[in-house]
């Protein structure tokens, strides 16, 4: 029997918590780098009566992007896309996240908005780290949005002289896919598909606990301290937003960026969490 099929990709905690709560009855292709992350959920969530089959994916790679999408037209119609996989600050260099975290999502997003049935949806993940970076100008905002995917590395403001570190790198990703699905959800549209972004606070998880233990590993645990929630939060209360931009309630809203991150923004901007001048 052909069934409905949902994409995934990266299988961590994120991933799996959405793919709880939306991915029921559908055939899900869940893709990983490791393959042993996927075959963890994959066994995690078939003994609670999913239907998941683990595949070795590298989101990075164009050809690997196409394989997962092959592999789930073997089930029947693509009708759902989480892209959970990706690289923090702390666990890549700077190239490694430009070309998993930016790339690989931008390639990612317009491969399956090529194939995505009538009634599909998708999310992708970005970070609420993006949203602590001053904006850009209207122009490289646009180059982030709409430079076909092959130039998208190639452009000046992501080359090494102007990314500072593997902190600056994450948010030019990040802010990326925020202008990508943007512009990817017009083409989405075409085909009766919507698209959107989550972007999270500090959400524990392993990423999250490699930033915790890595150089940046103080500035994290005062975040989530002196932010309004006073705590990180958990990937079940990122999958209660993807309930709502995947579901029938979500059906007016497509091309949107939902930060959900305990406050922790709005204190870096008008909080105790605003840098000090120096
Ligand atoms: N946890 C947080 O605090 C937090 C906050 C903001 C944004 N995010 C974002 O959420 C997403 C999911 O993170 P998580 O916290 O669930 O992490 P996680 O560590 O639980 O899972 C990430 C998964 O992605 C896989 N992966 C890494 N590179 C890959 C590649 N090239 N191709 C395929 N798979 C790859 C890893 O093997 C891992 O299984 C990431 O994009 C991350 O940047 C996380």
Redesign the pocket.
């Known amino acids: 029997m052909k069934k409905e099929v949902m994409l995934v990709?990266?299988?961590?905690?994120?991933?799996m918590a959405i793919t709880r709560r939306v991915g029921f009855g559908k055939k899900i292709i869940f893709?990983?780098?490791?393959k042993e992350?996927a075959e963890t959920i994959a066994k995690i969530m078939n003994n609670a009566g999913f239907d998941v089959v683990p595949m070795e994916?590298?989101?990075?790679s164009r050809e690997s992007i196409l394989a997962l999408i092959a592999e789930g037209q073997k089930y029947g119609e693509i009708k759902m896309l989480v892209n959970?996989?990706?690289?923090?600050p702390s666990q890549a260099p700077i190239e490694a996240i430009l070309k998993?975290?930016l790339y690989?999502t931008a390639v990612l997003l317009e491969e399956v908005g090529k194939v995505i049935a009538e009634g599909g949806v998708g999310v992708t993940?970005s970070?609420?780290?993006g949203w602590r970076m001053p904006a850009l100008t209207a122009e490289q905002d646009e180059q982030l949005a709409t430079t076909p995917t092959e130039e998208l590395l190639s452009l000046p403001m992501l080359q090494p002289e102007n990314i500072r570190d593997t902190l600056h790198a994450y948010q030019m990703a990040k802010r990326c896919n925020e202008k990508r699905v943007m512009a990817q959800s017009v083409k989405w549209g075409e085909r009766g598909a919507r698209l959107n972004d989550i972007a999270?606070?500090?959400?524990v998880?392993?990423?999250?606990i490699d930033e915790f233990n890595g150089p940046r590993g103080d500035f994290y645990k005062n975040m989530f301290a002196k932010c309004p929630a006073g705590r990180p939060g958990t990937?079940d209360e990122v999958a209660n937003v993807a309930e709502l931009l995947m579901g029938p309630a979500g059906a007016f809203i497509t091309g949107s960026t939902i930060l959900i991150d305990g406050g922790a923004t709005a204190s870096y901007f008008y909080g105790p969490l605003k840098p000090e001048k120096n």
């Open positions: 990709t990266g299988a961590g905690q994120i991933s893709g990983d780098k490791k992350n994916m590298d989101l990075s959970g996989a990706g690289v923090s998993v975290d690989g993940i970070s609420q780290s999270p606070g500090i959400i998880t392993p990423l999250a990937a």
